[in-house]
């Protein structure tokens, strides 16, 4: 299996803040349909509403359940107990394999920006196809 079947059918959420939304689709879940990575088009079914073309720092996926619950327990002192309670709830539903299950944490993520940061990455990041050009010391 390529990584083009594996990426069909993954949820994912458009990033909340992009800055050129032709498709209008900023902050909705929807599906990838077909991935051409190499290209960097990521083609998203939005059901009834249809599909639109993105790139992979476009769109955000569920990071790993491990890293959800690691990236909470580290920080659970600088959050309120709400947050750190869906946070928990968010990684359990992302472990699961239920699609409803993961459409439901990134709902609970998109609805409390703050949870983002723990909860999603962008596509790109996920792939490994973000260059870091910072400096190390």
Known sequence: ??????L???LVLVHPELLTDPAEKKNQI?????AEIENDNVIVSFGNDGQALFSADALL??????????????DHLKMNTKNFKDLLRV?????S??????RQAIEISRDNPAMLVYSMASLEE??????DYSVGR
Request: aromatic fraction near 2%; glycine fraction near 8%; avoid cysteine.
């Open 97 to 102: 394999h239920l699609t409803k299950d993961h």
């Open 91 to 95: 990684g359990m539903l992302a472990n």
């Open 30 to 34: 929807g599906i990838i349909a077909s």
């Open 61 to 74: 996926v569920l990071k790993k359940p491990a890293s959800i619950h690691f990236d909470t327990m580290q």
């Open 126 to 131: 996920e792939l490994g196809l973000k260059q």
């Open 8 to 10: 069909s059918g993954t």
């Open 1 to 6: 299996m390529n990584k083009h079947d594996e």
